[in-house]
């Protein structure tokens, strides 16, 4: 157990803020002698997978818990599908890239991502047309009330976009100690449609493309439009695409003709990136703190000397310009703490 310990390593905005206590857990039994420590302090928790979707605004007064719990094991299902489990603490796209390795298909388009496995679950992470609840199969909890093991199969995660169960009633009540995945041995399904992956396919001069194909294709254009956490802070993207009423839309689109719109019955999704960047935010710094020249829903730590408040404040004026302009409220996607 550390004192006063610093979290700059440990969230990829780069913030300096402190906690008060800070342990690292590699199984079950640490992870309730921590929690057991916080009981007896009356101390709140802080859980940190990768650090890569938090905004810390202030020090911490409590017990940080670093969930590096490892391992992975598989379970053939079927001759084309298998089980994969992966504990919470394992790298996401470490993770990606040994289902990759065995030929496992299923999450080739989510490569890249920065976190863990275990954090993958609570805002259902996504990317280039794959959510992870298209191959998720259930996870394991600890409950924090009851120090009890439970299971969370697919309808009882709740998935929506960025979205679970464990962000909206289940906030605060369950630590994610690993998660189930049924991945594909053979018969893949490749998925080309979304974003610049068919022309990044023929850039690289595939036709015909495997799982692996894909993922190459998934890493070049995030290499080639997200900035790198390690070389500049941020949490990728800032704030959720929104989804209003199709009436709404209809009105925005006689003001805004190049408004753009994924249509879903009579809800539209909006790209919040193109919100923003009609607002003059792209590129804009405010202090230490700015939105990504090359994509508007990143904010970025400018300098590497931002404080949480001022990263806060500056998506407060993001989503108040956003509202104005085009009655529309921005939600952040990013965890506030
Ligand atoms: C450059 C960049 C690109 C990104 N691109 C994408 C993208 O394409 N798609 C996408 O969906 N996301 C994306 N993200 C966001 C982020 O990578 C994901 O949300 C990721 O799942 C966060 O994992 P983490 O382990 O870093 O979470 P952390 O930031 O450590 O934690 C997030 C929240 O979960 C809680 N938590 C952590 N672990 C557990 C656990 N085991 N049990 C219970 N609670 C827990 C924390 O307390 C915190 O509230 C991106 C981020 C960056 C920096």
Redesign the pocket.
């Known amino acids: 157990m550390y004192e006063n310990f610093s979290l700059k390593p440990y969230n990829?905005f780069g913030i300096e803020v402190s906690a008060k206590y800070f342990t690292e857990i590699t199984n079950t039994e640490e992870l309730k002698n921590a929690l057991n420590f916080s009981d007896v302090q009356t101390l709140p928790i802080?859980?940190?997978?990768?650090?890569?979707?938090?905004l810390l605004t202030q020090d911490f007064d409590g017990l940080a818990i670093k969930?590096d719990l490892k391992g992975i094991t598989e379970e053939n299902r079927t001759e084309n599908e298998v089980l994969i489990t992966a504990k919470?603490g394992e790298n996401?796209h470490n993770f990606v890239m040994y289902c990759l390795k065995n030929n496992y298909g299923g999450l080739e388009n989510l490569s890249l991502?920065?976190?863990?496995v275990?954090?993958?679950p609570?805002?259902n992470?996504?990317?280039y047309g794959t959510e992870i609840k298209d191959v998720f199969v259930n996870c394991k909890v600890l409950n924090l009330e009851t120090l009890g093991i439970e299971n969370f199969d697919l309808e009882k995660c709740r998935f929506a976009y960025?979205d679970s169960i464990?962000k909206q009633e289940g906030k605060g009540k369950?630590?994610?100690l690993e998660v189930t995945f049924k991945l594909t041995k053979k018969d893949h399904i490749i998925k080309t449609e979304y974003g610049a992956i068919q022309s990044e396919l023929e850039k690289m001069g595939i036709q015909n493309p495997t799982i692996q194909d894909i993922s190459k294709a998934v890493i070049h254009i995030r290499q080639s439009k997200?900035?790198d956490?390690k070389i500049i802070g941020?949490?990728?993207?800032f704030f959720k695409n929104p989804t209003i009423p199709l009436v709404q839309f209809e009105v925005l689109k006689q003001k805004f003709e190049n408004i753009q719109g994924y249509p879903n019955g009579n809800q539209v999704k909006v790209p919040a990136g193109w919100l923003i960047e009609q607002c003059g935010w792209k590129g804009k710094q405010i202090g230490n703190v700015a939105s990504h020249q090359l994509q508007s829903l990143v904010i970025v730590n400018a300098t590497g000397n931002a404080t949480g408040k001022e990263i806060f404040d500056f998506s407060t004026m993001i989503i108040d310009s956003v509202k104005e302009k085009f009655g529309i409220e921005l939600e952040r996607e990013v965890?506030i703490i």
């Open positions: 990829t802080l859980f940190l997978g990768g650090g890569s979707n938090i969930l919470a996401w991502i920065p976190g863990n275990g954090t993958s609570m805002q992470i996504g990317a960025r464990f369950y630590v994610i997200l900035p956490p941020n949490a990728g993207s965890n």
